[in-house]
């Protein structure tokens, strides 16, 4: 409301009037003589002054504290693979959601550690904004333009439901089930979502994808090393570390609620030494900052290791017991020493090492062919070093010496002046790093994506992981090497697997999508391997049998094509390296493309039907992490608005449709010789509701929880009153017990119970002797140089703050804390070498595509380097292009192999990861006409 002139003068004055009153009042107080026991005059607090008076204009007040109202309170979180897992308050008034809250009700593990509450990030904390925003899908969508276009037509359910089910179900009849193919990703942020498409495309034989691989947000030096996937700490067990190395993690911007269990430890001794190219925002919370050269960690892990075996610095009974180093290998082959080389019909997976009592060789207990199920050694004691000389079964005798003497040479290659040289780090803080490594303990490597996204990711994992085994820190809590990217294990694993794939993972294809994008589209990889093109690794793995190629190929005659994509709880076009190649080859082949969103992202742009999606707000469904150990709840704070559905009642009407047009078509059970299984398809809905069982969400959350181990007695209603701390771990999934008032942290059952690792040796192997790690001299961890690029910057996309991935990418709350569009990140003395002055609009460029935006100076990025944070949208202000038309599909051999004791496919634990960081660009100038606001 305006004021008039005298009301404006009125209220100066009496302002005025009132500062000088109360100046006077203080002054008084403050006089020589005017005592504390006098008492003070309050007669200026009259009239207009007097608090308490009537005054009438007091309606507003009650308007605002109305807005403090609401009808009801209900629980959800958020499913964007953030890995934070947060509990939230939805607070709805008017059949509107209005606010959202931090529901600060996580149960304390332990007085001694730091809390779970309050747990949130910023993205969150503006859900409710997203939900009604323009990018919103309401209704069911057929494109009418071109892909990519932005032309649409509104369409019933009905009309698209049907236009499905006739396509999926004509490929099956017509090219085979494997032409269809699914993508989703990260089952433990919604695993009811997941699960509704999953149980799908089992039930039609398609093709299931993987996700966490091909993201490269996999550490495949875990399944090498270790067994397993990913075993991580929780982020409660920070804080029990004395000696934290941030490496390529950037917890103050991707890991937001749970940076503080870091930050916190410093108050319970803790040192944190940061390792980054970039001075980051987590760099700045450390004691010491370390910057190194891009892609040279593993390096510098390889010298620090060095100097811990000179000097001694390493634990060397747990070395003895809990690794495979004192295992012997034979020098002429360079393959471990094996019961099969030891007597005829013997076994391969037995190993030896040499006992120093007896001086012979003693089989090692515990491996994948032992008959001990444990790996204390009772029968001798193995020696680290020396060279002996053993009979073999054939007459002749071998020379064989224990993996650690092995490994002891291969170090000898990394002095402190050449690793100094080569990390850009000074030698004393090497032997800084390599001293503290070995005397604070317990120590953990908390780890991230900018050391994983790396071609040669494997061996940085495989050299951080010596570290800590070394040194004896990996099954204790606060320490070990625990790497954070993505929200990728669903802890109550087997009830999900039983919901998503109900005839079990053998009756169901699945494929690795680096693998399958690679092969399906016009992708190439330039670089040679040992001589040879990737494509012919690619055809031995595949002839082999370790990796499976859908759809399957014939010997001769031409390549059989994916004809069906069908994408939920995902953004594959954003996410997949050299989009632009997808886009122009495979996405080109495909017949149709369905996009299940909430929202219109770059897929769904680029699809042909597009299915509304209720949010995260509108559904019911489960939540939990690997950053903490507590299952909880998405709650409908409302229906699904406008025409939405949540996933599983999409897949659901699917379902239901699929068995109406077989039955109209009178379709005859179909043979899938391949899975041994005949599908009648007019029973589609009954197989999918598991003949009428689990027909709800409710219920399917309900299934999970029933059965697993780790959720017993929970049930979907009482996780609304809030989370609960999980019971129990299965033992054939996880490697410790949740144990009360402690911290989870993995590989207890192998520390504490000596039970064997899930490796073929039983032991943490770094020594792996497959014959194609022999062939690359990757046998141990060793550190091979980024893949040359004829360009000079590197091009580095990680996560950033401002959103997950491309989630909250067009947030306007979001864009508004930051530039408001897509903008490149440039040290000044790079920005100056090519003319380029802050906030200019430059060309990024190199042999594969282009991006146009803007550029940010930033003292903290490295020379020789620049940095777009990930998950643009195309549409979102590039003038060309986007952040992945520089990136492009590159499959290390390696990665390829199989059918070697636990190192064989299985979906998000072992497949080529899409890593992208060793990509270089040229920056310039852009001298093109821009076009402001988005595009498509
Ligand atoms: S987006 Fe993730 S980290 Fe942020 S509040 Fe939601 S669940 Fe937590």
């Known amino acids: 409301m305006s004021k008039s002139p005298k009301q404006a003068q009125r209220k100066k004055l009496t302002r005025r009037h009132f500062i000088r009153a109360a100046a006077a009042g ?48 209900v629980r959800s979180t958020h499913s964007a693979n953030c890995t934070g897992s947060c509990s939230w308050k939805v607070y709805v008034k008017n059949g509107v959601m209005v606010r959202e809250e931090q529901a600060s009700d996580y149960p ?3 007085k001694d550690l730091p809390d779970y509450n309050p747990r949130g990030c910023q993205k969150g904390g503006c859900f409710v904004e997203y939900v009604y925003s323009p990018q919103r899908l309401k209704y069911p969508l057929i494109r009418t333009g071109a892909r990519g276009e932005g032309k649409w037509r509104r369409a019933t359910w009905d009309e698209a439901l049907t236009l499905i089910a006739e396509k999926l179900l004509d490929n099956v009849y017509n090219y085979g089930p494997d032409t269809n193919t699914f993508f989703s990703v990260i089952p433990a942020m919604s695993p009811v979502s997941f699960a509704g498409g999953a149980r799908l495309a ?165 491996s994948m062919g032992s008959a001990e199920k444990t790996i204390r050694i009772t029968n001798g004691d193995p020696v680290l070093a020396g060279t002996f000389s053993v009979q073999l079964a054939n007459g002749q005798k071998a020379e064989v010496t224990p993996a650690f003497e092995l490994m002891r040479k291969t170090l000898e290659d990394y002095p402190l002046e050449k690793v100094a040289q080569t990390t850009g780090l000074p030698a004393q803080e090497i032997e800084t790093f390599a001293r503290e490594m070995g005397t604070r303990k317990p120590a953990m490597i908390i780890h991230g994506a900018g050391t994983n996204h790396w071609f040669h990711n494997d061996l940085a994992n495989r050299a951080m992981i010596l570290l800590v085994a070394l040194t004896g ?91 069906s994509l069908i994408v939920w709880r995902a953004n594959y076009l954003n996410q997949a390296k050299g989009n632009e190649v997808i886009e122009h080859s495979l996405w080109k082949d495909l017949d149709l493309i369905v996009d299940i969103n909430y929202r219109m992202d770059t897929t769904a742009l680029y699809s042909d039907v597009v299915l509304p999606a209720s949010s995260y707000y509108e559904k019911v469904d489960l939540n939990s992490t690997d950053c ?103 033992e054939e999934i996880w490697t410790s017990d949740v ?67 491309s989630t909250w990418r067009d947030h306007r709350a ?48 490295i020379v020789g380097r620049v940095t777009m944070y990930h998950g643009w949208e195309k549409y979102l202000g590039f003038q060309q292009g ?3 038309s520089l990136t492009y599909i590159k499959i290390k051999p390696t990665q390829l192999i199989g059918k070697y004791g636990h190192v064989n496919f299985k979906l998000n634990y072992w497949g080529p990861t899409g890593n992208n960081r060793d990509v270089k660009v040229e920056v310039e100038k852009y001298r093109g006409k821009v076009a402001l606001g988005t595009k498509a």
């Not at 043979?671 to 197989?687: A, G, S």
Request: aromatic share 14%; hydrophobic share 35%; with cysteine.
């Open 473 to 563: 820190n990996v099954g204790k809590n606060g320490g070990g090497f625990n790497h954070y990217v993505g929200q990728e294990r669903v802890w109550p694993e087997h009830g999900f697997v039983q919901l998503a794939f109900p005839e079990g993972r053998k009756k169901q294809r699945f494929q690795n999508t680096t693998l399958w994008s690679y092969f399906h589209s016009a992708s190439k990889d330039p670089h040679l391997h040992n001589g040879k093109p990737i494509e012919w690794y690619i055809q031995e793995s595949v002839k082999n049998g370790w990796m499976p190629l859908w759809p399957a190929q014939p010997a001769n005659g031409p390549k059989r094509k994916p004809r």
């Open 202 to 366: 089992h039930h039609l034989g398609g093709v299931f994808l993987s996700f966490y691989d091909w993201y490269c947000d996999l550490p495949p030096g875990e399944p090498l090393t270790w067994g397993v996937q990913t075993e991580a700490c929780e982020c409660a067990d920070w804080f029990n570390a004395k000696y934290i190395v941030l490496w390529g993690s950037n917890i103050s911007q991707t890991r937001i609620p749970d940076a503080h269990f870091a930050f916190e430890a410093r108050y319970n001794g803790a040192k944190i030494v940061a390792i980054s190219p970039d001075f980051n925002s987590s760099c700045m919370h450390a004691d010491l900052y370390w910057k190194i050269n891009p892609g040279t960690d593993a390096s510098l892990a390889l010298g620090v290791a060095k100097i811990l075996v000179d000097r001694n610095l390493i634990d060397v009974p747990y070395v003895k017991e809990q690794t495979d180093l004192p295992l012997l290998v034979v020098k002429s082959s360079g393959r471990f020493l094996r019961e099969s080389d030891m007597k005829s019909g013997g076994k391969e997976d037995i190993f030896y090492f040499w006992d120093a009592k007896q001086q012979r060789v003693v089989a090692a207990p515990g």
């Open 26 to 73: 203080a002054a008084a107080l403050a006089l020589p003589g005017c005592s504390r026991k006098e008492k003070p005059i309050l007669s200026t607090l009259t009239g207009d002054f007097d608090p308490l008076r009537s005054y009438p204009y007091r309606t507003w007040e009650d308007f605002y504290r109305k807005i403090w109202t609401w009808d009801k309170v």
């Open 108 to 110: 304390r593990i332990s």
């Open 814 to 861: 979001m864009l508004r804390l930051q530039r408001g569009m897509p903008i490149v990140y440039m040290h000044p003395d790079d920005a100056r070498k090519r003319g380029l002055r802050d906030n200019d609009w430059v060309r990024i460029f190199n042999n594969i595509g282009e991006c146009v935006c803007r550029l940010q100076l930033l003292p903290g990025e």
């Open 628 to 730: 903490h150990s507590y299952m909880h709840t998405f709650g409908k704070a409302l229906e699904p608005l406008f025409e939405s559905k949540t996933d599983w009642d999409i897949f659901h009407a699917l379902a239901k449709k699929i068995s109406e047009v077989a039955q109209n078509k009178h379709l005859k059970p179909f043979r899938d010789e391949k899975m041994d299984w005949t599908r009648d398809f007019t029973r589609m809905e009954n197989e999918w509701t598991g003949k009428g069982t689990i027909v709800t969400d409710e219920q399917a959350a309900n299934f999970i929880l029933a059965n697993s181990k780790e959720t017993q007695g929970m049930t979907y209603q009482n996780l609304q009153a809030h989370p609960k701390r999980f019971v129990a771990t299965d």
């Open 739 to 805: 144990e009360e008032g402690i911290a989870y942290t993995p590989f207890k059952h192998q520390l504490e119970k000596k039970k064997p690792w899930r490796t073929l040796t039983g032991r943490q192997q770094f020594y792996i002797d497959h014959p194609w790690f022999l062939e690359f001299g990757e046998q141990l961890p060793v550190y091979k140089e980024p893949l040359e690029e004829k360009y000079p910057l590197y091009w580095n996309t990680p996560h950033g703050r401002w959103s997950i991935h």
């Open 882 to 884: 986007g952040w992945q």
